[in-house]
């Protein structure tokens, strides 16, 4: 029997991730409480569909592609609102969201035409930190869970600074205190992906050279 990669499970908890994300993006320049749940929820369950296709046997190129496009698109829609909610960093939002788009899209290039069946299965061995980046699961999630993290608690400031915390005569926002705890974790992913896309581009340049070495031959 001919099996549907459409309805394997990794990829219908991708469908549930884009459902949640689209109707986040439809509350955040509203009502904050619900969009945060729903962005949070979608990315959430971005760390099950792995687990689940290999737990169900069930990985596929569209599975990885779907997940990948998923965690682009809502990435860049945060910024866009963030962008309208702190015009004065606009530029500073742009450029992160050509980053991300940019390192992904030419990384993902790069592994198809090496001939990896996904953008986390190409070989990293050249290069220490994408090789600890992408095999190991706990410091990807790291990176990734914390990155959101920072860009969402930025979504809610503009709205409160959360739940009151004091430490002996110092009072804070939580989300502000989560904010700042992040921030690093931000900016290495960001520094994650400049190295990513410049190995991407020597080792498509390489690929180059190489056909036109053979072509000259």
């Not at 940019?102 to 220490?128: E, M, P, R, T, Y």
């Amino acid at each position: 029997m001919k099996e549907n990669v459409f309805l394997f499970i990794p990829n219908l908890i991708g469908y549930a991730r884009i459902v949640l994300a689209v109707l986040s993006f439809y509350f955040m320049p509203t009502d904050y409480i619900m969009a945060a749940i729903m962005y949070l929820l979608s990315g959430l369950l971005d760390a099950f569909d792995g687990h689940a296709a290999r737990y169900f046997g069930q990985s596929t190129m569209f599975g990885a592609m779907l997940d990948m496009l998923t965690d682009r698109c809502v990435t860049t829609a945060l910024l866009v609102m963030l962008s309208v909610f702190y015009p004065k960093y606009t530029f500073v939002f742009q450029m992160l969201i050509c980053l991300d788009i940019a390192s992904h899209w030419i990384h993902v290039q790069s592994s198809l035409l090496k001939g990896g069946a996904s953008h986390k299965k190409i070989d990293l061995s050249g290069n220490f930190f994408l090789r600890i980046y992408y095999h190991s699961r706990v410091v990807l999630f790291i990176m990734c869970a914390g990155n959101e993290l920072f860009f969402c608690m930025l979504y809610l400031i503009y709205f409160t600074s959360g739940p009151v915390l004091s430490v002996g005569n110092y009072s804070f926002g939580s989300w502000v205190a989560v904010a700042w705890l992040t921030l690093p974790i931000c900016i290495l992913k960001q520094v994650i992906s400049l190295i990513q896309m410049i190995v991407a581009c020597i080792n498509t340049a390489r690929l180059d050279e190489s056909e036109r070495e053979r072509i000259n031959k």
